[in-house]
């Protein structure tokens, strides 16, 4: 192998040590590898061979060591002492000679591992790069863009920085439609590593993206002084949100709502009109579950002592649709966002048509 060819493969190999951070004797390890698989498979097997590669001198050698006899069975391991004595003149029976093998090919062989090994590298570095982005945006709301949809399924292929991660249909919100080169805000639920390398789960449906968006809308909320204590959804139509405040003089509610309702409208925007319940925590069984019934007026209201966190509940006749909700939808909410079972009447004790 020409001595400038060399140069470039040492060369190719410092410059990528030096701006992926992979060490030089990790890649030179690995093209030593590949060349003791070539040599071992061009000698019949032999495997007693010494590769010595020294980047400051940009050179290499490759010897193959055979025993000395005078009866060669195995010339791919054996040598007769007159051919010995060529390589070494102190060569004696039973004793082994190192034989320095035409580089010209093994050349060859050490520039397309180096180009393997930084191919290889390179996406290691890559993986590397995307894993430690994913996790540490775990958790966390992000921009992102759309760039592409599958037609058959709906899953988009969402662009995150550098790395890309699907969001599936069931994760996206109630009907939107997403195209391409659309800007809009996941939430990355988990991150996992897998043999095809990181892989975020991101979704627009889940809680965590109510949660975090009311963080970045509501400054009280992002410095502590409101607290998100519960949140219940039914992704693309209603979510409703538990809130409180240590501080007596902080309305958590009419914060997260913002004056005229710009912070809570922002963020019902961005989920496509979703409807957003706000509602007051509070440490009292009785009343949470009152104000979780919101929009619906609630009577009176009152444990069941005989199963565990359950309550009955009254509303007025006229407001039992509205406290239900449709499909059971505001009931159903409610019951996720207190913990508790509700059992809803009307105040006449009938319902009716209802």
């Given at each position: 192998?020409?001595?400038n060819a060399n140069v470039e493969i040492f060369e190719a190999l410092a410059l990528f040590e030096k701006e992926r951070g992979i060490p030089i004797e990790y890649m030179i390890e690995k093209i030593a590898g590949a060349i003791q698989v070539a040599v071992k498979k061009g000698h019949g097997?032999?495997?007693?061979?010494?590769?010595?590669?020294?980047?400051?001198?940009?050179?290499?050698?490759?010897?193959?060591?055979?025993?000395?006899?005078?009866?060669?069975?195995?010339?791919?391991?054996?040598?007769?002492?007159?051919?010995?004595?060529?390589?070494?003149?102190?060569?004696?029976?039973?004793?082994?000679?190192?034989?320095?093998?035409?580089?010209?090919?093994?050349?060859?062989?050490?520039?397309?591992?180096?180009?393997?090994?930084?191919?290889?590298?390179?996406?290691?570095?890559?993986?590397?790069?995307?894993?430690?982005?994913?996790?540490?945006?775990?958790?966390?709301?992000?921009?992102?863009?759309?760039?592409?949809?599958?037609?058959?399924?709906?899953?988009?292929?969402?662009?995150?920085?550098?790395?890309?991660?699907?969001?599936?249909?069931?994760?996206?919100?109630?009907?939107?439609?997403?195209?391409?080169?659309?800007?809009?805000?996941?939430?990355?639920?988990?991150?996992?590593?897998?043999?095809?390398?990181?892989?975020?789960?991101?979704?627009?449906?889940?809680?965590?993206?109510?949660?975090?968006?009311?963080?970045?809308?509501?400054?009280?909320?992002?410095?502590?002084?409101?607290?998100?204590?519960?949140?219940?959804?039914?992704?693309?139509?209603?979510?409703?949100?538990?809130?409180?405040?240590?501080?007596?003089?902080?309305?958590?509610?009419?914060?997260?709502?913002?004056?005229?309702?710009?912070?809570?409208?922002?963020?019902?925007?961005?989920?496509?009109?979703?409807?957003?319940?706000?509602?007051?925590?509070?440490?009292?069984?009785?009343?949470?579950?009152?104000?979780?019934?919101?929009?619906?007026?609630?009577?009176?209201?009152?444990?069941?002592?005989?199963?565990?966190?359950?309550?009955?509940?009254?509303?007025?006749?006229?407001?039992?649709?509205?406290?239900?909700?449709?499909?059971?939808?505001?009931?159903?909410?409610?019951?996720?966002?207190?913990?508790?079972?509700?059992?809803?009447?009307?105040?006449?004790?009938?319902?009716?048509?209802?």
């Amino acid at each position: 192998m020409a001595k400038n060819a060399n140069v470039e493969i040492f060369e190719a190999l410092a410059l990528f040590e030096k701006e992926r951070g992979i060490p030089i004797e990790y890649m030179i390890e690995k093209i030593a590898g590949a060349i003791q698989v070539a040599v071992k498979k061009g000698h019949g097997g032999n495997d007693d061979i010494i590769i010595n590669i020294d980047p400051i001198t940009n050179t290499f050698d490759v010897l193959i060591r055979k025993t000395v006899t005078d009866d060669v069975l195995d010339p791919d391991r054996e040598i007769l002492p007159e051919d010995a004595i060529r390589y070494d003149k102190r060569a004696v029976i039973g004793e082994k000679v190192s034989i320095k093998l035409e580089t010209k090919e093994f050349g060859r062989i050490a520039a397309q591992t180096a180009k393997h090994v930084i191919r290889q590298g390179i996406r290691e570095v890559e993986r590397g790069q995307v894993l430690q982005e994913f996790q540490s945006k775990n958790q966390e709301l992000v921009s992102a863009t759309v760039e592409r949809v599958d037609e058959r399924t709906g899953a988009a292929t969402i662009r995150i920085g550098k790395a890309e991660a699907v969001l599936t249909k069931n994760e996206q919100v109630g009907d939107e439609i997403l195209r391409e080169g659309d800007q809009i805000k996941v939430f990355i639920v988990d991150v996992k590593e897998t043999e095809k390398g990181p892989k975020a789960i991101i979704s627009r449906s889940h809680p965590g993206l109510v949660k975090r968006l009311f963080e970045n809308e509501v400054p009280e909320i992002f410095d502590g002084t409101v607290q998100i204590k519960s949140i219940s959804r039914e992704a693309g139509s209603r979510t409703k949100l538990a809130v409180y405040s240590e501080d007596p003089n902080v309305d958590p509610v009419g914060a997260c709502i913002g004056a005229r309702g710009a912070r809570v409208n922002k963020i019902v925007s961005e989920l496509g009109g979703e409807k957003i319940d706000i509602i007051q925590f509070s440490e009292d069984p009785i009343e949470f579950i009152s104000g979780a019934l919101s929009p619906a007026k609630v009577i009176s209201a009152e444990i069941d002592p005989e199963a565990q966190k359950s309550c009955r509940v009254t509303v007025p006749d006229g407001q039992i649709s509205l406290a239900i909700g449709n499909k059971g939808q505001n009931a159903r909410l409610a019951a996720k966002l207190t913990g508790w079972k509700i059992d809803i009447r009307p105040e006449s004790g009938f319902f009716g048509e209802e």
